[in-house]
Structure formats: structure tokens, C-alpha cells
């Protein structure tokens, strides 16, 4: 019965906070004021870029790993190109997103080498105890491992990775978030108390092409 009873609880504990309130929650607006779409394809872009920089670029590329095997890939940045499009979604059925929703991030306009989704997922933490956000992997994707995207600033965006937690001691679940964030060898990833604030930009279809470095 206690195997029963702590995902239930987990589920339970995940949606009441992720689950947006009146008072918290708030469209996600893109660089043109529009509120993102689910399952929309958008640029996720820094909010801050170097003066030589123009307003569109910075934006998100794959990266293989250094044996150049296809699979998984790391998500790198490009100061001077608008990257890869990407899409947002929520499993509820909303045609808006708003924040404090558990979202889904996936690159679906690429072509690589690898032929897995491309979903984003946090690994495990390595040697370095760096954990990467990565793509090309089935996961596993627990209902209780979500992102979620949260305010910073107007139309400025902070991107959390959470999950529930469990006291051996208590029993007692609890949310645990990490900001989604460029750590030092230029990868994304996971790192407390360092936010990296985002803006979102929307895609204009042109054609599936590859952005793997």
C-alpha cells in the first residue's frame, strides 16, 4: 500500500503547485506581446546579449557529445545566430500558456543524426556534479520531473527544473527547483540560485534544417 500511496501523493503535491492561482499566474508573453500557443514554436533567446549582438540572436543549437556519438545531444548557445525554434507545450488542454504550468520542451523543426525525440531532459549529475539538459533520450519522463516557466521581468522569463523530493525520515514529499541556466562550459543545465533570464520569440516556418554543431 505505501508504494500506492507516494506517487499518488507526488502527483497530487506536483499539480497543486505547479497548478496555476489567480493571483500568481499570468499569460507567457513573447518579445511582441502575444501569448505563447500551445505546442507553438518559438526562439528562446537571452534577455541580456553582448552590445554586438543584435536583438535576434543567441539562440539555442545542438551540440554532440565529444565521442560524437548521436545520441544524447547538449543544448549550446550561438551569440551570433537565432538558433534553433522550439517547441512549448503543456499537457493540459489550453490553446494559451501561462506560468506556473508544467511544460514540455522539444526540438521538432531539426534534422539529425540522432533518431530519438527531442525532448528535453535533465541527466543525472556527473563527475563534475554538472547536471545538462539534453535531448535524445527517452527520459525517464516522471510526472514528477517538469519544467516550468516563471516571470523575471516584462516579457523577461526564468525557466525552472523541478521535481518531488522524499524524506526517508518524515515520509514527507517536497518540491525541489533548479534554474534552468548556461553553466560554465557554455551548456545548458541545471544550477541553483543562478537564473538566466530568457525572452521568447516566434518561428516564421521556412524549412527543417540542421543546427547540430
Given at each position: 500500500m505505501a508504494s500506492f500511496l507516494f506517487p499518488t501523493a507526488?502527483?497530487?503535491?506536483?499539480?497543486?503547485?505547479?497548478?496555476?492561482?489567480?493571483?500568481?499566474?499570468?499569460?507567457?508573453?513573447d518579445v511582441d506581446g502575444d501569448i505563447l500557443q500551445n505546442g507553438g514554436d518559438y526562439y528562446i533567446l537571452p534577455a541580456f546579449r553582448p552590445l554586438i549582438s543584435s536583438a535576434e540572436e543567441g539562440g539555442l543549437r545542438l551540440t554532440p557529445a565529444e565521442d560524437s556519438s548521436p545520441c544524447?545531444?547538449?543544448?549550446?548557445?550561438?551569440?551570433?545566430?537565432r538558433g534553433l525554434p522550439v517547441k512549448i507545450s503543456t499537457l493540459y488542454f489550453i490553446p494559451i500558456l501561462t506560468t506556473s504550468f508544467p511544460i514540455?520542451?522539444?526540438?521538432?523543426?531539426?534534422?539529425?543524426?540522432c533518431n530519438k525525440p527531442l525532448r528535453w531532459w535533465v541527466a543525472p549529475s556527473d563527475a563534475n556534479n554538472n547536471s545538462y539538459v539534453i535531448v535524445g533520450t527517452k527520459g525517464p519522463f516522471k510526472p514528477t520531473y517538469v519544467f516550468n516557466i516563471k516571470e523575471a521581468g516584462k516579457d523577461v522569463y526564468n525557466i525552472k527544473f523541478c521535481h518531488i523530493t522524499e524524506s526517508d525520515i518524515f515520509r514527507v514529499s517536497a518540491m525541489?527547483?533548479?534554474?534552468v541556466t548556461?553553466?560554465?562550459?557554455?551548456?545548458?543545465g541545471v544550477a541553483e540560485n543562478s537564473p538566466f533570464p530568457f525572452v521568447f520569440k516566434k518561428y516564421s516556418p521556412k524549412k527543417i534544417a540542421s543546427y547540430v554543431d
Open positions: 507526488a502527483i497530487t503535491l506536483l499539480l497543486l503547485v505547479l497548478s496555476p492561482s489567480p493571483s500568481v499566474a499570468g499569460p507567457i508573453l544524447p545531444l547538449f543544448i549550446t548557445n550561438s551569440w551570433t545566430k514540455i520542451f522539444s526540438f521538432d523543426k531539426v534534422s539529425t543524426t525541489d527547483c533548479k534554474d548556461l553553466l560554465d562550459d557554455g551548456k545548458l
